[in-house]
């Protein structure tokens, strides 16, 4: 009997060691003639368990985690490919209770699957949007079906991914695109790249699903930089998805185009801003168009184009695959269907959370994340990205839910969430507020450019005690400009995380 054995091949498990434990384990198989495959799969999203290797069992997957190569003798030793007992063992990986209390859609099979397999994609419910969408009528029926499916871009601007469609289904013209956003540059979000690495063809299967909505035959994905190990996962994918037919002249047979191109991002910031990636996209400085006219209009190359990011892309196989109503039924208010939140900074379980919009902070730092790191008291949460607000504990109980979270004073964003304890000095985060905007800004418009690079000296006089009065007064009212006189969001929510921190502990202020 051949055991199969699954160690992660994505980024965060290979980062601690994780093609050294498959390795080992490998070596340590042979020598004892124990006949094992292994699969490298996607990670489960407990990255404080990374490596965590999983051995199929009669009972079902059973985890080991987190292993180093000292580790795996003794495994072996346990029995661990039958399940045995072992100080790394956590049962059955479905029982852990991190991920029993998720609802899974668009990381449904990450995990699961060897990523690359086509079979494996196939066998856990992949291309049946992709056939549903074939079997529609007309591109309408599914953009409409988007649309009553209540799914917002999760890149962080949470507009209707439905009406996007919509407008450039409806805008003339014969070429018209689909691009990827992939460029995820936030702090504490990677989920985009779990995803790309840990179930590619759900994000092609999307892509396409899109061409065909709006009219495009042509896609591309613009990935950041810093994730070459997407890059080789998607590259391979794409090549894949080709020689199957999933992709190219004849989409399974059906007639129609869609192809779809990998470009590497420019390793700037200011690129995840939807109109600086088409310029950068076009081989030009990534700098932000001024709007109107909206990239639905005149996008890439001039063209109609929809711009969704990967998880918005991602999560639209499953709705035209189970129907709209499926998708709305979970989540709260105008906040339809699930978003993968993802844990970092001091917090004793980082990883990733997909949940139905509704839970609170407190589950997610304490239920979920477990504290801090540090084991000291939680002060504050940025949730949101560089640019979101610093969240004390008196918010953490507001429901995560785009226009009610939004009203406490929070962004959501992209689900990122960065945790710091009691020891955190909140003036000099809002000192690296400003300092992040300086360094990557495009530049283009004065409120971002030049604000940002005397918001950093403001706060400096402020913390070196030099008329404090006054410069607060001064930050608050630099603050406004940038905020109603920026022409993107970069210059635009750069004031949040510094007003907040003001507004929440303004002790830090008066050291």
């Not at 209390?101 to 990450?110: I, K, M, N």
Request: proline residues 6%.
């Amino acid at each position: 009997m051949t055991h199969i054995v699954y160690v992660p091949i994505d980024a965060t498990a290979r980062s601690v060691g994780a093609d050294d434990v498959a390795a080992a384990i490998a070596r340590e198989a042979a020598a004892r003639g124990e006949p094992v495959q292994i699969v490298r799969n996607g990670t489960r999203g407990l990255c404080w368990l990374e490596p965590l290797v999983e051995v199929v069992t009669p009972a079902g997957r059973v985890a080991y985690g987190p292993v180093d190569v000292a580790d795996v003798a003794s495994l072996f030793a346990a029995d661990f490919l039958r399940g045995g007992a072992h100080p790394l063992a956590h049962g059955r990986t479905d029982d852990i209770t991190w991920l029993k209390g998720q609802e899974r859609l668009t990381f449904a099979r990450v995990g699961l699957t060897d990523p690359l397999s086509l079979a494996d994609y196939k066998e856990h419910g992949g291309l049946r949007g992709l056939r549903a969408a074939l079997s529609a009528k007309t591109g309408s029926d599914i953009v409409e079906e988007l649309v009553r499916s209540g799914l917002r871009g999760r890149g962080g601007a949470a507009f209707p991914a439905g009406i996007k469609w919509r407008t450039v289904a409806g805008a003339p013209g014969p070429q018209k695109y689909v691009c990827c956003n992939a460029d995820e540059g936030d702090s504490g979000t990677f989920s985009d790249r779990m995803l790309m690495e840990g179930d590619p063809y759900v994000l092609l299967e999307g892509m396409t699903i899109a061409g065909l909505a709006v009219g495009a035959d042509q896609g591309y994905i613009y990935l950041r930089s810093e994730y070459p190990d997407a890059e080789r996962t998607l590259m391979a994918a794409i090549e894949a998805a080709r020689a199957a037919g999933w992709l190219g002249r004849d989409v399974l047979g059906s007639g129609r185009a869609f192809d779809i191109e990998l470009r590497r991002g420019a390793g700037a910031y200011i690129c995840g801003e939807e109109t600086a990636m088409l310029e950068s996209l076009e081989g030009k400085r990534g700098m932000v168009r001024p709007k109107p006219p909206l990239p639905a209009i005149s996008g890439l190359f001039g063209k109609p184009t929809v711009i969704n990011n990967v998880i918005t892309l991602a999560s639209v196989p499953i709705i035209l695959d189970r129907g709209a109503q499926f998708y709305a039924d979970y989540g709260m208010g105008r906040s339809r269907g699930t978003l993968p939140f993802q844990l970092a900074g001091n917090i004793k379980r980082g990883g990733l959370v997909e949940k139905a919009f509704g839970l609170t902070l407190r589950e997610l730092v304490y239920d979920y994340g477990g504290g801090t790191a540090s084991g000291r008291p939680v002060r504050a949460v940025q949730v949101g990205g560089p640019l979101g607000p610093y969240l004390p504990e008196s918010k953490f109980d507001v429901p995560l839910d785009y226009e009610v979270f939004a009203a406490a004073g929070g962004m959501i964003g992209h689900g990122g969430l960065v945790v710091f304890d009691d020891t955190v000095d909140m003036a000099l985060m809002a000192r690296y507020a400003m300092e992040f905007c300086a360094i990557e800004s495009c530049g283009k418009c004065t409120p971002c450019r030049i604000g940002s690079t005397r918001g950093v000296e403001v706060i400096d006089r402020i913390r070196n005690n030099e008329r404090r009065g006054p410069n607060l007064a001064l930050l608050r009212d630099l603050c406004d400009t940038m905020t109603h006189g920026s022409l993107c969001a970069m210059g635009g929510l750069t004031p949040a995380p510094v007003l907040s921190a003001l507004e929440h502990f303004p002790e830090d202020f008066q050291r």
